[in-house]
């Protein structure tokens, strides 16, 4: 039996976290973070429906045993639309008067579409920890939401926002209630083998980034703001996860982990006796610019392998991108020289395909992006290459998106438009239905990533053999050498025998 607090407790709440990977389920910090804002004031019980065999059923089943008052659902694009639409749209059809409120990137970027499809009342638009009690507080009291930040709602046929809150104070908030979702759902399932450990914590530390990446859907909810928990916070609740659930690694979930050189070192002197090993996603001219021996304690506290947007080797792309105008190519192949040294492996992540004039420009710069993965891969042939396709950021009303608009390109109008096949390769970076790219050239991309990825597989892909790896490395290697990428139905058959994990899309 869940755990149900015995407390007077108000309102009671379902807060599910839809599918989002088809293995290894990490901690559901977004659920898990609003759950903490409500704690000891409002019941709540959490399905996770990447531990449910039919969450709707689940669902549907608390519903008819106790009376529910609000259903929470967090989303981000992909995947996740697939249970959390159907499931929402159902609830709503049976229950009218429970208050459907979706959270996360998604809603927070599509607002238009999710409010518009008439099962969803309230949006919360970022941080949700003063927002979701308040939003609460109005709902069991019937008092006005207009006052509320970080809101987006429907009033008659106007969408209104409400004004973006101040980032929190991470180190104030309350602490996650790991051990109620572990009367849900046992902790121990959460922390599973990757790459990184056998025990393997999902964390999220800090809110936002500093930054404003031109195709970054974290740029309008945080507008360039970042802030984040103290190394001592982060190492308290990291130390509890250890001593508490056997915990060995750690993912860090934040946008941009390694901001402040001064707290990145910090956490690594706390954390260097634990005998954990850790990874996180950083900028490449942020962390070029950390001394050397900050770099070297880092690693020798376990950090292995850190995620860096590298984007393309064009500089005037990377301008256009808006890196934050100090990110080179030169810089790019430097770096990951310079992390040769230090026995951390850069896992470079590269955009191919961004709007371009004419067609002759888009072939062109997807060749030279190729060139230049080839160059890093030959100065650092540890270096991991994750490839997305431009996948404009569809934030309604921004300059890009009126831009992109113009080009002729449309996003889905209906929230069930969300969930076609199409759309989710959209989401998933993988053919983004742009008018600029034509099927060749998105051929060309996937051919070559084939080919990159059976020359050089993951190494994060740990069910992976050696053997499999050196077989799919001989018949791969003519190919890269040659340049001949098409119609590699040899390494993908490979890959599909050997189920080849991807990881951006589902993580180590
Ligand atoms: C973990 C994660 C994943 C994991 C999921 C793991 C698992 N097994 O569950 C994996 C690796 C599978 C994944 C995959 C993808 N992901 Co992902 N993912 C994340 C990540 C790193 C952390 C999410 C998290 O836990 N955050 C911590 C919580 C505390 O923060 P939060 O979610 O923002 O929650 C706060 C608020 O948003 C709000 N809130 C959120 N939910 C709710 C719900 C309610 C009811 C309320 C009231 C409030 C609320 O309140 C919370 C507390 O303040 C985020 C980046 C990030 N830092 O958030 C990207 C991120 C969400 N993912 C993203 C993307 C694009 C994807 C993919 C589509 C990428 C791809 N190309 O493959 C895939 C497909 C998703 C899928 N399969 O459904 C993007 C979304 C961008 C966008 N366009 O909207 C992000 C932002 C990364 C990025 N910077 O680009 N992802
Ligand atoms: S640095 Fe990363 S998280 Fe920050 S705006 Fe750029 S792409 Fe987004």
Not at 412 to 426: G, K, M, Q, V, Y
């Amino acid at each position: 039996m869940p755990y149900i607090c015995n407390t007077t407790m108000s309102l009671t709440v379902l807060l599910f976290n839809p599918r989002s990977a088809n293995s290894k389920p990490r901690i559901p910090n977004s659920i898990l973070q609003i759950a903490a804002s409500i704690n000891n004031k409002h019941e709540y019980i959490f399905v996770d429906g990447n531990l449910e065999t039919d969450p709707q059923k689940k669902i549907l089943d608390y519903f008819r045993e106790r009376k529910i008052h609000v259903f929470g659902c967090t989303v981000m694009p992909g995947p996740q639309l697939k249970q959390a639409i159907p499931i929402s749209k159902k609830i709503k059809q049976l229950y009218p008067n429970i208050k459907t409120i979706w959270g996360g990137y998604f809603p927070s970027n599509q607002p238009k579409s999710v409010l518009n499809s008439g099962y969803i009342d309230y949006i919360v638009n970022g941080p949700g920890d003063n927002t979701f009690p308040q939003l609460l507080n109005a709902i069991e009291n019937n008092l006005p939401v207009n006052g509320i930040k970080n809101l987006i709602y429907k009033k008659e046929d106007q969408i209104l926002k409400t004004a973006k809150e101040d980032l929190l104070d991470l180190d104030k908030l309350p602490e996650l209630p790991y051990e109620k979702l572990n009367a849900f759902y046992p902790l121990q399932k959460y922390l599973g083998k990757t790459y990184l450990g056998k025990k393997t914590i999902a964390y999220h530390s800090s809110f936002g980034c500093p930054f404003t990446c031109s195709f970054c859907a974290v740029v309008p909810i945080y507008n360039a703001r970042w802030k984040g928990k103290s190394a001592q916070g982060i190492y308290n609740d990291i130390k509890f996860l250890k001593e508490k659930y056997n915990g060995d690694a750690i993912e860090f979930h934040d946008n941009n982990f390694f901001v402040s050189e001064k707290r990145t070192v910090e956490f690594a002197k706390l954390i260097k006796n634990e005998n954990m090993i850790w990874w996180g996603e950083a900028r490449i001219d942020t962390m070029d610019k950390y001394k050397d021996e900050s770099l070297a304690i880092i690693r020798e506290a376990g950090c292995k392998m850190i995620f860096f947007g590298a984007e393309t080797g064009n500089d005037a792309v990377l301008k256009k991108m808006d890196k934050g105008g100090t990110q080179t190519g030169a810089q790019i192949l430097k770096f990951a020289e310079r992390l040769k040294k230090f026995d951390i492996i850069p896992e470079y992540s590269f955009v191919l395909g961004i709007p371009s004039d004419t067609e002759e420009e888009a072939d062109k710069q997807i060749n030279e992006d190729i060139e230049f993965i080839k160059k890093v891969k030959a100065i650092n042939p540890k270096t991991e290459i994750i490839i997305y396709t431009y996948s404009p950021v569809p934030t309604e009303g921004s300059e890009m998106y009126n831009n992109v608009l113009a080009s002729g390109f449309k996003f889905p109008e209906t929230l069930e438009d969300w969930i076609s096949p199409a759309w989710e390769n959209f989401d998933l970076r993988k053919n983004p239905l742009t008018p600029w790219l034509k099927p060749y050239m998105i051929d060309k991309i996937k051919n070559f990533e084939t080919v990159l990825n059976g020359y050089f597989p993951t190494e994060s892909d740990i069910r992976f053999k050696k053997w499999q790896k050196n077989i799919i490395r001989s018949w791969s290697g003519l190919r890269y050498h040659t340049g001949f990428y098409k119609f590699p139905y040899e390494i993908k058959a490979l890959q599909k025998i050997w189920k080849y994990r991807q990881p951006e899309i589902e993580g180590f």
